[in-house]
């Protein structure tokens, strides 16, 4: 039965690597984020194949169990992401109000000239 689990799985893997794929080629993915993702689905994939390895690592990190080493990384893991994340989501904040200030004082310079000229 986990023969046809890891088979699945490996479909949706390839499936989620040219999902990566396009992405990278419309422009939505740089080439960083196709990286990361692709890594991401190879490495799940691998673990998928080869469950052992996962406690073989946390054997020599001295970790008691292999899934709480898949735990803890993806955790740590979905942390970043969400850091990184936050912190674009601020950037893209601060230059929206920027450049609506800048809109906005070149409006009322533009109904000033234009009223100075009209009287």
Do not use: C
Not at 67 to 89: H, P, R
């Amino acid at each position: 039965m986990i023969i046809l689990f890891q088979i699945l799985f490996t479909l949706f893997t390839l499936f989620a690597v040219v999902s990566v794929a396009k992405r990278k080629k419309t422009g939505e993915l740089g080439p960083k984020g196709m990286v990361f993702w692709v890594l991401f689905w190879v490495v799940a994939d691998v673990l998928v194949w080869w469950p052992e390895s996962t406690q073989k690592l946390a054997d020599y990190l001295g970790i008691g169990r292999g899934s709480d080493l898949v735990s803890y990384v993806a955790v740590a893991t979905m942390f970043f992401l969400i850091f990184k994340m936050n912190v674009k989501i601020e950037g893209l904040s601060r230059g929206l109000t920027k450049v609506v200030r800048s809109e906005a004082l070149s409006g009322s310079r533009k109904k000033k000239s234009k009223e100075s000229i009209d009287v």
